[in-house]
């Protein structure tokens, strides 16, 4: 298997190192070097770069039986989103790590909370639109999982400056989400802790590798939970909260 690696960020450095964790061999693809003749060398393809570049990357391995693990979101482009659905791939992967989660039950009323301690502190006169792709992405994610078909109803924006809280309704049931950037790291969904010792990246890697996946199911879900995200994402710039 040749394997090559489009972004070494510090994303990019953890998926490098969860392949060689496996044993496998990778090359790093650079800014410097030449992507369109690159790209013939490679059989298996990780896009880790900032996601402001991924549909570019993923436009030019359009219509190719080449295996393309890609890190979310596809964009956060609308237009981009709607060209993703025309573009033919057969062995396309979103990373969806929310699917390894363990079983969670739902409630009548769900609150889920996260905290990550960030190095680099936000500007807090701009809106937090970078924690809908961080951390809601993922629990959009799961809803979709659990709940298959979901519509959001009834979404309000509590905060969306300094941290972002939000609730909706999906049904009858529920959701307050709060995420915050200057505490240290912990997840909680409904008082169960969600991060353990379990490798949850390592193991989604292996299944991509080992073709434990349905493209057409993935791709479906990643452009699903953009679309969620894009109407939050607008109530959001419409919000003075």
Known sequence: MKIGVIGS??????????????NHSVKIISRRDNFKKEKDKFNT????????????FLKLLKN?????????????????????????????F????????????LKNKNFIYRSKLDVNKSNKSKKRFDLLYRFLYHDIG????????????????????????????????FFNFKYVTNKKKIYIFNNKKIYSNRDNLKIMIKDFLKNKFN????????????KILEIIKLKMEKSSK
């Open 9 to 22: 960020g510090n994303w990019g450095k953890k998926i490098i190192k969860k392949l060689r964790e496996l």
């Open 45 to 56: 393809f990780f896009i880790v770069t900032d996601d402001k570049s991924h549909f570019k």
């Open 64 to 92: 190719t039986d080449k295996k393309i693990f890609c890190e979310k979101p596809i964009s956060r482009k609308k237009n981009e989103l709607e060209q993703m659905k025309k573009l033919k791939f057969k062995n396309i």
């Open 94 to 105: 979103i990373s969806d790590i929310s699917n390894y989660y363990p079983n969670l039950n």
């Open 142 to 173: 799961y809803l979709i999982k659990k709940i298959r078909n979901i519509d959001i109803d009834k979404l309000k924006i509590i905060n969306s400056k300094e941290y972002l809280e939000l609730n909706f309704y999906i049904k009858d049931r």
């Open 215 to 226: 493209t057409k199911k993935n791709l479906e879900k990643s452009l699903k939970i953009s």
